[in-house]
């Protein structure tokens, strides 16, 4: 199989009917380290051109100047690239202590893949949000199963398990922990949340 741009999205419609198919097939690719992480940064690359897209569509729909994030496209693209490393390096390390076999390469791949996927599901979002806005919460729900979903699978196929249950267990059991821990970072160097106040 040759992944090429006109036919990334027919193979992430693959993907959402069969993961398992779909990943092993992005496996035997066999694609070197060094062009996983080049595609790796450039997923972060499109996902944060298209949150920015998305929040000058919602400006110009609304009337209203945006109110953005709290961080620049830079700093958020910084913030989502180390977000998606840690997933990566959790991903194996975390399957391998559990018995698993996988290579670090599959998690890096497989890691770039499920964010393009979600960055497809955004740009739906957005169109939703501008056209019908009762049906971009529904999509925003249907986006995290669905995450949850490949994830799980991608996870089976990377490191060979056959238990989705003990997969989606071991997937729970590791956001939580790592939840904690940012949190205690975060309390430990004093970094607080933002608070969004509204205007009444």
């Keep these: 199989m040759n992944l090429t741009l006109s036919n990334l999205i027919p193979h992430a419609l693959f993907t959402v009917r069969d993961p398992q198919e779909a990943a092993r097939r992005l496996m035997a690719l066999d694609l070197p380290r060094d062009v996983l992480w080049q595609l790796l940064f450039l997923v972060v690359v499109v996902s944060v051109l298209l949150a920015e897209v998305s929040n000058g569509l919602l400006a110009l729909a609304t009337?209203?100047?945006?109110?953005?994030?709290f961080l620049s496209p830079?700093?958020?693209g910084a913030v989502q690239l180390t977000l998606l490393i840690l997933a990566v390096f959790a991903i194996h390390g975390v399957g391998r202590a559990m018995g698993g076999d996988g290579r670090f390469e599959d998690a890096l791949l497989l890691t770039a893949w499920l964010q393009f996927i979600m960055a497809c599901l955004q740009v739906l979002q957005v169109l939703a949000l501008l056209v019908l806005p009762a049906i971009a919460w529904l999509i925003g729900v249907a986006g995290l199963i669905l995450f949850m979903w490949l994830l799980m699978h991608f996870?089976?196929?990377?490191?060979?398990f056959r238990s989705l249950g003990r997969v989606f267990a071991m997937i729970v059991v590791t956001m939580f922990g790592a939840a904690v821990v940012l949190s205690l970072l975060m309390a430990l160097f004093g970094v607080q949340i933002p608070e969004v106040t509204q205007s009444v």
């Design 63 to 69: 009337g209203m100047p945006s109110q953005g994030l």
């Design 74 to 76: 830079f700093a958020m």
């Design 155 to 160: 996870v089976a196929v990377i490191h060979g």
